[in-house]
């Protein structure tokens, strides 16, 4: 049967750029989240979150194609080219046919909609630009990375809300195990933060509201959070199968060995009160790998620091290692990246990644008073030095959509 390794890590991220820089900040505890500095916040309802103010789109694509496209594109271009050179990937030399590339996002190019639309209502149809579809639409992020790289393979946009970058890899293991696909550069770009969609969060009164102290909002676990907060960014990971990595000498991040992938169907926004999706996800992911709950050392947890989503997770978590809970460590890479939508769990990915690499688990921040109704072994404000050889990585989106992905240090 083929396997699956990782060989490269691609990050942008609101704490840092980068695999190495993006690792230092999780393990020293940095907080991206702060006052919103990219666009008029005068209209929005919540003018805090987790924004990548430095980024330059020119360091990555040429001046006309960057006026040409959305900033969730240009994340996915940044995020996709950092992975091929931290994997010393020359892609030119790669069957193009078997080379392949799953980015998915969430919400696509949300800043595109809302201008095109304010300009077609305020001076008509005809000023609507020319590249309003190509620069919107979700899939637009894969066919660039595609036509950059020449990867004419497998190329799929996944979009299942916030679980989309886990189901992008998940899906890619298995175009790989099932040799359609030799390399897929997979993850997820989300680039929404925008009044549009703050907005539309906190009409549902998803996102924190802790104005007073923005750095502070974002909580995983805790017993004062009050809802999430949004970020941007990308993350892209090269999935390759194991004797290509071999073959070329590629460094090892660790082996992708199980996935699962269910849904709660019961509710559009709210998870299922007893986690009954995101547990069954986890058992499958675990059945793939043939772990047992004890085998398992260290969970990045979706947590988005929302009062139902956490308590859900920590229940379903519960309910799938039993006695072994207590023993399992879980962090949340949101407390300081925000949460980053269909970005979140490729950028949670490059964080387990680390783990399993250096033997640290990084801090969940604002973590002050575990809520008693969270009762799992939630890392606090320190990291954790521990040996981890098995993780696994939770993502949950509205819908009810649960993705999980096991990954183990890898053993010839």
């Known amino acids: 049967m083929r396997r699956v390794v ?24 940095k907080n991206g989240i702060g006052p919103l500095t990219t666009f008029d916040v005068s209209d929005c309802p919540v003018p805090f979150g987790a924004e990548i103010k430095d980024f330059d789109p020119l360091q990555w694509m040429e001046n006309k194609e960057a006026k040409r496209s959305d900033r969730v594109i240009q994340f996915a271009v940044a995020a996709a080219d950092l992975a091929v050179a931290d994997a010393k990937l020359d892609t030119a030399s790669l069957d193009p046919h078997k080379f392949g590339v799953y980015i998915g996002s969430a919400q696509g190019g949300l800043e595109t909609t ?65 040799d359609d696909a030799d390399i897929i550069l997979a993850g997820g770009s989300e680039a929404a933060l925008r009044s549009i969609s703050i907005a539309g969060f906190a009409a549902m009164k998803a996102i924190s509201t802790r104005m007073e102290a923005p750095e502070k909002a974002s909580r995983p676990f805790d017993i004062d959070r ?107 890479t949101k407390s300081m990246i925000g949460h980053c939508l269909g970005a979140a769990g490729a950028l949670e990915t490059v964080a387990a990644m680390q783990s399993i690499q250096e033997g640290i688990i990084h801090p969940t921040i604002n973590l002050d008073t575990l809520d008693p109704e969270c009762a799992i072994n939630v890392v606090g404000p320190r990291s954790v030095h521990k040996s981890v050889s098995r993780v696994l990585v939770n993502s949950f989106g509205f819908g009810g959509h649960n993705g999980v992905v096991a990954f183990q240090k890898f053993e010839d």
């Not at 990782?6 to 393990?27: C, D």
């Not at 699962?260 to 009160?273: L, N, Q, R």
């Not at 986890?282 to 308590?311: C, F, Q």
């Open 114 to 178: 809302f201008n095109n639309f304010k300009i077609m209502m305020e001076k008509g149809p005809k000023r609507v630009s020319p590249f309003f579809i190509p620069m919107m639409i979700s899939n637009m992020s894969t066919a660039y990375v595609a036509i950059k790289h020449h990867a004419q393979g497998p190329n799929l946009c996944v979009v299942t809300a916030c679980a989309t970058s886990v189901h992008s890899m998940g899906e890619a293991y298995h175009t790989i195990i099932r």
């Open 226 to 332: 009050d809802g999430f907060v949004m970020g941007e960014g990308a993350g892209v990971l090269v999935l390759e199968e194991l004797e290509h990595a071999m073959k070329r000498g590629a460094h090892i991040y660790a082996e992708l060995v199980g996935y699962g992938s269910t849904c709660d169907a019961s509710h559009i926004t709210a998870p299922d009160p007893e986690g009954d999706g995101a547990a069954r996800a986890m058992r499958k992911a675990m059945a793939h790998a043939k772990w047992l709950p004890e085998d398992v050392d260290y969970i990045n947890a979706h947590g988005t620091s929302t009062p139902l989503n956490d308590k859900m997770e920590a229940i379903a978590i519960r309910s799938v290692f039993g006695e072994h809970t207590d023993k399992v460590l879980v962090n949340s």
């Open 6 to 29: 990782v060989t490269g890590l691609g990050v942008v991220s609101p704490i840092a750029t980068g695999r190495e820089n993006y690792w230092q900040a999780l393990k020293e505890g």
